[in-house]
């Protein structure tokens, strides 16, 4: 079986996955015009049409019905078989790829990802962020990365352990003209930056306090769905902004922005790095899980002492 036979097999199991040819091709890191002319050759080589192709929908046709569900299970013996023969390898090489919220990618960049890669440079990490929770496993992701509590329960998770809350920051400046908020519900008094979810919903600002769980529509002269964004807007003094404490760490410790309302911004759930069981790993999936582990017990240390 050629390489390009099983790039076309592995292309429709994509599309079948994605239920577009264009989600696929994104996902196959290949334009849509070459996915569908690859489709449209393995058809013609085949003698049938595995697509019902419209404008608006694909969807299999029994004759694709029936080759998916040979394929499927024939393509994950061949992918065992490579990852049994890539756990040999004494140095860690090939592709990891990483699922992840954009937010809990910014917090292991450096301490895990950026040294990972530095220790093993003939690995490449294929990081893909996005706020949707995505099945990893049908996706083709090596792990995830997401809050704990947001880890399916089929899944092995290792806890990064990782201080995580969110803030509301403002600048110095801001804070000198308008003063400080006390409780959540006095954000109603002043201009805030507003945020959007990955669905388009507005970001209600999260609070709680003594057992207390307020959520606030906030108002004010932007809205944004960028946190970066966030971020240089509160900077520059346009409002009081609701972000990843993480994100304004470096800006809190220069005292570019000013924190509010910390009492009412706990600890969230910690980060879990997540991944289905194997019983061959491939060597840098290894080696990346070994360097999490490491993080996790210096991070440990570091609380201790």
């Known amino acids: 079986m050629t390489r390009s036979v099983l790039a076309d097999l592995d292309a429709v199991l994509s599309i079948t996955r994605q239920g577009s040819f264009r989600a696929a091709a994104l996902e196959l890191g290949m334009s849509t015009t070459a996915l569908s002319n690859a489709i449209a050759k393995l058809e013609q080589r085949l003698g049938i049409r595995l ?7 694909v969807s299999l046709t029994d004759a694709g019905k029936t080759f998916v569900e040979r394929v499927g299970p024939a393509m994950t013996d061949i992918r065992d078989a490579m990852l049994a023969a890539q756990s040999l390898q004494e140095i860690p090489a090939g592709t990891l790829r990483i699922n992840a919220f954009a937010s809990a990618a910014r917090e292991v960049m450096a301490p ?5 890669l530095r220790r093993y440079p003939q690995v490449h990490v294929d990081l893909v962020t996005e706020g949707r929770l995505v099945d990893i496993v049908a996706a083709g992701f090596d792990m995830g990365l997401r809050s704990a509590d947001l880890v399916p329960s089929d899944m092995i998770a290792l806890s990064l352990g990782l201080h995580r809350s969110n803030a509301v920051v403002a600048s110095p400046e801001f804070i000198r003209i308008h003063g400080k908020p006390i409780v959540p519900a006095d954000l109603y008094r002043f201009r805030c930056i ?5 669905n388009h919903a507005p970001l209600r600002w999260r609070f709680e306090k003594d ?26 003094g346009i409002g009081l902004g ?6 304004v760490r470096a800006d809190l410790v ?11 911004t706990p600890p969230l759930t910690p980060l879990a790095l997540y991944y289905p069981g194997r019983k061959n790993p491939p060597a840098a999936f290894k080696a990346f899980i070994q360097v999490a582990r490491e993080f996790v017990s210096g991070n440990a240390e570091a609380y201790a002492d």
Do not use: C, H, K
């Not at 697509?51 to 929908?57: D, K, W």
């Not at 769980?213 to 108002?219: E, K, L, T």
């Not at 944004?224 to 807007?233: C, G, H, K, N, Q």
């Open 112 to 116: 895990i990802i950026i040294s990972f």
């Open 194 to 198: 507003r945020a959007r979810l990955p």
């Open 211 to 236: 057992g207390n769980a307020v959520q606030i529509d906030v108002q004010g002269p932007i809205t944004l769905d960028e946190p970066s964004l966030v971020r240089i807007a509160a900077q520059n």
């Open 254 to 264: 220069a005292g570019r922005l000013v924190r509010v309302l910390e009492d009412w």
């Open 51 to 57: 697509f019902n192709r419209t404008t608006r929908s």
């Open 242 to 247: 609701y972000i990843m404490e993480a994100d």
